[in-house]
């Protein structure tokens, strides 16, 4: 895939993003799967293969080496995200299978209704840029979430669209885009109550699967 400028990616809008490739398949994500998380993902980039990934970034990680690095990546994201960590903009798990999950909070990253990343989002997803592009022998997954505000469709369409505005700017900022796929889920996995405002807050989020390529 060409690479997407800066100000590409920042003059992304709702409309702009009605031209979201469609001809990626979701033979791209093959190379990872979070136990059911990312079903239905389709790679950012056409050419994101088993082979094309395991090229990029130059082979794999090899038993007891795979914990030992996702484990310093973990660590490394939480000393990046520090701040949006202790404020709440952001959450740092570890999943089984060596898995990390990065949660970002909507009030951060995007206004209502909009999938353009908001600019005081810039820093957090550069500090999410630089642990990315030190381990580059991962896949990412980026899952876009929302509340149960508007029609099931809309939502959909909306996560989808949010979902690939973080790769394309995680691509800005040299993620290699055949490590990227992404994946909209709406308003169908909420983390808490869609009744009240703050409910409906935390269920406005973005998430980014992390996941060691195996050597294989």
Do not use: W
Request: aromatic share 6%.
């Amino acid at each position: 895939m060409k690479k997407i400028s800066m100000a590409v990616v920042l003059a992304v809008g709702l409309a702009a993003c009605e031209n979201i490739p469609t001809s990626y398949t979701n033979q791209g994500v093959a190379a990872g799967a979070v136990s059911g998380a990312v079903i239905g993902a389709t790679a950012y980039s056409s050419n994101r293969s088993r082979g094309a990934i395991i090229g990029a970034i130059g082979g794999g990680l090899a038993g007891g080496a795979v914990g030992t690095y996702m484990d310093n990546q973990k660590r490394d994201l939480e000393k990046n995200l520090a701040k949006e960590i202790q404020s709440g903009d952001a959450k740092v798990d570890k999943l089984p299978n060596d898995v990390i999950r990065i949660t970002m909070t909507s009030h951060t990253a995007f206004d209502t209704n909009s999938t353009v990343v908001k600019q005081s989002f810039y820093s957090t997803m550069d500090k999410l840029s630089d642990v990315m592009t030190r381990y580059q022998k991962t896949t990412l997954t980026v899952v876009g979430h929302t509340d149960n505000v508007g029609t099931d469709k809309y939502n959909q369409d909306l996560s989808q669209r949010r979902a690939y505005s973080v790769a394309q700017y995680l691509e800005s900022k040299r993620v290699d885009p055949v490590r990227l796929a992404t994946a909209g889920k709406g308003e169908s996995e909420p983390v808490a109550s869609n009744t009240t405002e703050a409910g409906r807050q935390l269920n406005r989020r973005v998430e980014i699967y992390v996941e060691p390529v195996h050597a294989s």
